[in-house]
């Protein structure tokens, strides 16, 4: 029977994928990562390769049990129990039980809601509905995991950490905190007995610190099989056989002004700024079409409603906010200071493209380079009046990226609560809109290309990698030196 | 309970071993590592699967009317608010529900309105009711903008897309007919169409990583016939294989390749799967022949690389090699995961993962002549 056709749409298991990333430290444990913080992505895509959640969203909408075989709750919402999969053994061969589970998701899980133990698995209480649990827990950092206190936490997922390579040292080897640590490369090998199956690679070799140019030169030298490119990048790469990949747009671009400006002038003053900001121009010219102008917190494919918000750039009515500023802002004697990352050249573009933008409504904008930033961290009024911010969106719950963000712009715990109704939600975010301590800019997607060889490459639109369901197709003879032998008894 | 789970269930007081079952026919992730059971157990699983198809099956799948109760809220919120007395209604859909869909959410919203003293203008001037269907990666979101007195009222709705059972339009094929059998969202590693016992009757075999199902052909839809517990392997795979083979002459019974061996089940009775180590190839399509279409046999393959993106379904002469020019192909939504036998040699069962919506589809692909 002929199978060589059949054979090649089939997956092959072995070899080793090599993964470029731009971030130059990633840290593997959930419980230390900040919301919104732009080296999150690193953190949980790596983070995926070693632990599992309770459920998962797969690209149809639809949660798939993981960690947890069923769940139910009751009428209002409040309470939830879900049944734990029985049998899963952590990568250091013990077993994962309740307790573990309730440890990992106590110290994340929002205020308002308490996980406790049952017989068949966790119960989490919540004090106000939470409908949107599941994509709660199937995002961000709610990961299952055992923080041991000593060395990377224990999962259950498809590998485990094998080493950390040319001078890097674990996290917690530099203070115990768990505090990210300068560290090159990572190699992760197959976890032989997930329990979800063993991935089809034997394992995964992360180099970190690579610059995106540097990343489309590896891939098209067949020296790495996957590369994080960046906006300009991936335009070059859209001209090779390489295969691009753009995600949904993840990371927010805005200026942050101090939470405590309310007096009347300062809000003229940031109406004035973001009514003269051409975000359409941004997005397009600036961004070569790789970005979306934004006019709200949350983009469209987050909530649903943000094409409801109106960000058309209105010079004329900016210059008549500006005529009524005081004469030291008005007459462009005291710039507006704003605050732009060291070590982010695209936020250094940003912030000039707004100085140009705002000086056409005849307001200066006096751009600030400082350390790097990023909108989770707090705002020091001493250092300039606002901030260029990127913040990444990192929850699949938009109720509860809208809560983040509130508390990171100053409005801690997000008082009154962000409603879980959407009209009530998006109402909520038009008011958090009009406060102005952030104006939202651009987002930004994530970008990466894959080699050829590389099948079965699925990544959600949200961000997620998967890179357990990736397996490599047997290449040429460059490829056959770095394929490894299948492990016994694990070809299908 | 808005969760496709609802509230806690009244099987919550029954062995935890049946009820696991029970709801794993939902919920089985592809990639699940099967743990060893005793017999009374496969019995138990194979007798749950049964009890939930007859029973819970339709309580548990999605629910067909969630959008159009999501479109009815919607509706009842909107002529809340204060609007004007005439309105043009304007409707978009930005996500992935079929325009046919959309549209009859339309008709319905239309229908709401109007019961609520809404007048919807046609083909005349009158302020634009806008509505918007958008999608995010959990929920459909519907959106209403309601022009009156003198600034627009927004009311959003939401419907779980997981809830709402969204659904793909098919594609047309040229001289390969496709003809939907099945679906699920419960992954199908095979399917057969079989002609069983001495009246020929039609029977449906759906295989999956724990049983093998047969259908009977009802008047209306395949009813479930029974149930048979597939033996657990060993080591979990990432993703699961299998493959029926059903023989002209198969007497009532069909082969099951499993992952090193060979199982055989008996199609039109409830005994046990028997299975014997076997390291075999498996096979790489479905020879098909139809004597009205001439006298040439050609073999149906699928042309696909991997399981991330759409196949297409190529008929090919028999003795043709595989880089021959396709005589005929068929388009697929998906990945073809497997292709097998059909009552009859001008035709074929294929399984394809719908990668619109996620869900295994059977199709029987029959040979046709001329146009």
């Known amino acids: 029977m002929p199978a060589a056709l059949f054979a090649a749409a089939r997956p092959q298991y072995g070899g080793v994928l090599r993964v470029e990333l731009r971030a130059a430290a990633v840290n593997l444990n959930p419980a230390k990562w900040k919301s919104g913080s732009p080296d999150f992505a690193s953190n949980e895509r790596l983070a995926e390769l070693l632990f599992d959640r309770l459920v998962a969203l797969d690209n149809y909408g639809r949660y798939q049990p993981q960690l947890a075989t069923e769940w139910s709750h009751d009428a209002g919402a409040k309470r939830w129990r879900f049944t734990l999969r029985q049998g899963v053994k952590f990568s250091d061969g013990t077993t994962l039980t309740a307790s573990d589970v309730a440890a990992a998701l106590e110290t994340q899980l929002p205020r308002g809601m308490q996980v406790s133990t049952t017989a068949e698995g966790i119960s989490i209480q919540s004090a106000a509905p939470a409908g949107d649990l599941l994509e709660l827990l199937a995002s961000g950092p709610y990961f299952i995991y055992k923080d041991r206190g000593h060395g990377p936490p224990r999962g259950t997922g498809p590998f485990v950490l094998e080493s950390v390579l040319a001078g890097a040292r674990e996290p917690d080897k530099s203070g115990g905190d768990g505090a990210a640590s300068p560290i090159e490369r990572l190699r992760f090998r197959a976890n032989e007995n997930c329990w979800s199956g063993r991935p089809y690679v034997d394992a995964i070799e992360v180099t970190l610190g690579v610059a995106p140019a540097r990343a489309l030169l590896d891939l098209q030298l067949g020296k790495t099989d996957l590369g994080e490119l960046s906006v300009d990048t991936v335009k070059r790469a859209q001209q090779t056989s390489l295969l691009c990949w753009t995600s949904a747009p993840l990371t927010l671009y805005a200026l942050k002004f101090s939470a405590d400006g309310k007096p009347e002038q300062e809000q003229r003053l940031r109406k004035a700024v973001s009514l003269s900001v051409d975000r359409e121009a941004m997005a397009r010219v600036l961004l070569q079409k790789q970005a979306q102008a934004a006019a709200s917190f949350l983009p469209q494919w987050l909530s649903g409603y943000a094409f409801l918000f109106d960000a058309e750039r209105d010079l004329e009515r900016a210059k008549e906010l500006r005529g009524k500023l005081p004469p030291n802002r008005a007459v462009r004697t005291e710039p507006l200071r704003v605050t732009v990352d060291t070590g982010d050249e695209l936020s250094k573009l940003i912030a000039e493209r707004v100085a140009v933008d705002t000086r056409a409504a005849g307001l200066m904008l006096q751009t600030v380079r400082a350390g790097a930033r990023a909108a989770s961290e707090p705002s020091t009024r001493t250092d300039s009046e606002a901030q260029l911010v990127a913040w990444r969106y990192t929850s699949l719950s938009a109720r509860d990226e809208l809560e983040s963000l509130a508390s990171s712009v100053g409005r801690p715990g997000a008082e009154p609560a962000v409603p879980a109704e959407a009209d009530a939600r998006y109402a909520w975010e038009k008011r958090m809109m009009e406060e102005r301590t952030l104006l939202p800019l651009v987002a930004l997607p994530d970008f990466a290309a894959v080699d050829g060889r590389v099948r079965n490459w699925s990544p959600s639109t949200w961000g997620e990698w998967r890179l357990a369901d990736v397996w490599i197709e047997p290449g040429d003879a460059a490829n056959a030196g770095r394929t490894a032998k299948p492990a016994a008894g694990a070809k299908p | ?371």
């Not at chain 2, 999501?70 to 919120?77: D, F, I, Q, S």
């Not at chain 2, 600034?151 to 047309?172: D, F, L, P, Q, Y």
């Open chain 2, 1 to 371: 309970m808005r969760g496709h789970r609802g509230m806690f269930r009244a099987e919550a007081r029954r062995p935890a071993s049946l009820r696991k079952d029970v709801l794993r026919c939902r919920f089985t992730p592809v990639n699940r590592k099967l743990a060893r059971r005793p017999p009374l157990l496969v019995a138990l699983c194979a007798l749950s699967a049964l009890f939930f198809h007859l029973f819970l099956g339709p309580r548990v799948l999605a629910r067909p009317d969630a959008l159009e109760e999501g479109v009815e809220r919607l509706a009842r919120k909107a002529a809340a608010l204060p609007h004007e007395r005439r309105m043009t209604l304007l409707w978009a859909n930005h996500s992935g529900l079929s325009e046919e869909r959309a549209e009859r959410l339309r008709a319905l919203f239309a229908a709401q309105l109007e019961e609520a003293q809404v007048r919807i203008a046609q083909g005349e001037t009158a302020p634009p009711l806008r509505v918007a269907i958008e999608q995010t990666p959990s929920q459909i979101v519907f959106t209403a903008m309601v022009p009156g007195e003198g600034s627009t009222g927004i009311v959003i709705e939401e419907v779980r897309r997981a809830a709402a059972g969204m659904e793909e339009g098919t594609r047309n094929g040229v001289r390969l007919q496709k003809e939907l059998l099945w679906r699920q969202e419960t992954k199908i590693l095979s399917a057969a169409m079989v002609a069983g016992g001495a009246t020929g009757e039609k029977k449906l075999l759906v295989l999956t990583e724990e049983a093998i199902l047969v259908y009977r052909r009802g008047p209306e839809k395949w009813n479930l016939e029974f149930t048979k517990a597939l033996p657990a392997p060993r080591q979990a795979p990432r993703s699961a294989r299998g493959q029926l083979m059903v023989a002209e002459d198969s007497n009532g019974r069909v082969g099951i390749l499993l992952p090193g061996k060979r199982c055989e089940a008996g199609v039109a009775d409830e005994s046990a799967v028997s299975c014997a180590s076997l390291a075999t190839e498996w096979p790489s399509g479905r020879l098909m022949a139809l004597p009205g279409c001439g006298t040439q046999t050609l073999w149906l393959k699928s042309d696909g690389l991997d399981w991330a993106s759409e196949d297409r379904l190529l008929l090919r002469n028999a003795g043709a090699g595989k880089d021959a020019a396709a005589v005929a192909e068929l388009r697929v939504g998906g990945p073809v995961v497997s292709i097998s036998a059909a009552e009859s040699a001008g035709s074929a069962t294929v399984v394809v993962r719908d990668l619109g919506s996620g869900n295994y589809e059977v199709y029987r692909v029959a040979l046709a002549c001329g146009d």
